[in-house]
């Protein structure tokens, strides 16, 4: 008996995820944005292409999995393949069979660790840590000649937001990732002229949501997602120059004047973070250099062990024109002092003649003092400032998300160690709280005083 599948047409940003033959294919950005459809139908043209092949579509729970993607596709493919419930997979006549598989926590992984499939589907990746993104990876294998790629869908926010946005947002590579191999199609609610016209009040809902969620969630914006710990952080390119209403700024020269102050703080399995301020007259901070790197995994080649480390900074510091010639005062992660797994970081630091005092660690008081550093006055200046060339610093600040066990912190499972060390300087040299001015737009400036008034000018 003959089956015909039909299949509506899809949107031009449907078509491009459809015909995208990257090894790694993400999809969405946005809500609403027809990606689940897309996985099904490329799934199924897949399977019809390759007999043979294998594919396996995840998603975060069956619940999810059965809505999004099992009950549309029996509709979809009626007596085309057969659904084995038990096995949780389609089978197609030409051999093909797609899998569905679910993970909700660390543990799932290891039930598909022997799994080997041509193609992997991650429907809202977001949803998923690194570490389960990679595991997943590792699954996509096999000595044949069917195409090996992986298709990911994904919103701003979650668990898995810093490793995506890196990735497609970002291209920001480790070594053994090639750019060339990663491709992003963003798709926003406004794409999807199907949903819009079954549910005309789906883009309403969302232009009702708080301000940062709608620009998540409607706009795509990678850099604003629930939970943001440092949503004050304000990194906007075109006020670099300006230097208001950013925290941002093109890097110029550091007067010889100015106090140099060196932050730090260790991982021991995690990154470390190295940080230089420059203080101008009015206490105003400028993040002017950073050294970042990783003790236990190689980073392009490079095993940043602690003597390793000091030696470097001890060369910056004797090398630098910002910094040679300067009494530099150090400030550093108390742990470093901790001896009880042998010798003391600490002491390699004193070897290299770059030298540290305890930092103050109360969490709550630290991120207060940020806070207040970050916040803008009046007249739209903060209390510290970040060169652009401080990539690390730029890159994982407004990653951070609050903890779901203690909200007035932050959650230390992610990239934390740039924030700590930014942290302890914080608490060296701490500043009165200032009424924080909204962020405004130039047209709040119609006579552009702003821009003709420059107080950064050093002549």
């Known amino acids: 008996m003959e089956y015909t599948l039909n299949i509506p047409a899809p949107n031009e940003k449907q078509k491009l995820f459809l015909s995208d033959t990257h090894k790694y294919v993400a999809f969405g950005g946005a809500r609403g944005g027809g990606k689940s459809w897309a996985v099904r139908v490329k799934s199924v043209l897949l399977a019809l292409q390759y007999p043979g092949i294998k594919i396996m579509i995840v998603r ?42 679910h993970c909700q926590t660390e543990k799932d992984v290891d039930k598909y660790q022997g799994t080997e499939v041509d193609v992997l589907f991650l429907d809202e990746a977001t949803q998923l840590s690194e570490e389960q993104y990679n595991r997943f990876k590792a699954c996509v294998r096999g ?37 060339d191999e990663y491709s992003f199609i963003q798709s926003l609610v406004t794409d999807n002229k199907a949903l819009l016209s079954s549910d005309p009040d789906y883009i309403k809902q969302l232009e009702a949501l708080p301000p940062k969620l709608r620009k998540a969630w409607l706009e795509g914006d990678w850099n604003i997602f629930e939970g943001q710990f440092f949503e004050d952080f304000v990194d906007r390119p075109e006020y670099y120059k300006e230097r208001r209403w950013t925290h941002v700024i093109e890097p110029f020269e550091v007067p010889p004047e100015w106090n140099i102050v060196r932050s730090f703080d260790f991982g021991y399995s995690k990154p470390f973070s190295c940080d230089w301020w420059a203080i101008d007259y009015d206490g105003r901070a400028y993040l002017i250099l950073q050294l970042y790197g990783c003790t236990a995994n190689p980073d392009e080649g490079v095993r940043w062990y602690p003597d390793r480390i000091f030696k470097e900074i001890r060369r910056i510091e004797c090398e630098h024109r910002w910094l040679k010639n300067r009494r530099i005062t150090g400030v550093a992660d108390p742990s470093i002092w901790d001896d009880s797994r042998g010798n003391a970081v600490i002491d390699s630091a004193d070897r290299h003649f770059v030298y540290f005092s305890k930092g103050d660690n109360r969490r709550l008081s630290g991120w207060m003092q940020c806070h207040y550093r970050l916040a803008f006055d009046e007249n739209g200046l903060p209390m510290v400032y970040f060169f652009n060339t401080c990539k690390h610093a730029i890159r994982t600040l407004p990653l951070l998300r609050f903890s779901q066990t203690d909200p007035e912190d932050l959650d230390t499972h992610m990239e934390d160690h740039f924030a700590d060390s930014f942290r302890y300087f914080c608490m060296s040299r701490p500043v009165s709280p200032t009424r924080a001015a909204p962020v405004r737009e130039l047209t709040d400036d119609p006579l552009n005083q702003r821009i003709q008034y ?3 000018t050093y002549r």
């Open 143 to 179: 000595v044949n000649k069917f195409p090996k790629r992986i298709y990911l869908t994904c919103n701003p926010g979650g668990e898995g937001h810093a490793w995506v946005k890196r990735l497609f947002i970002d291209r920001s590579y480790n070594s053994g990732e090639n750019a």
């Open 454 to 456: 420059d107080p950064f």
């Open 60 to 101: 975060h729970t069956y619940p999810e999995l059965r809505a999004n993607h099992i009950t549309p596709l029996r509709e979809m493919l009626g007596s085309l393949a057969v659904y084995k419930e038990t096995a949780k997979e389609f089978l197609f006549p030409n051999g093909s069979v797609i899998l569905f598989r």
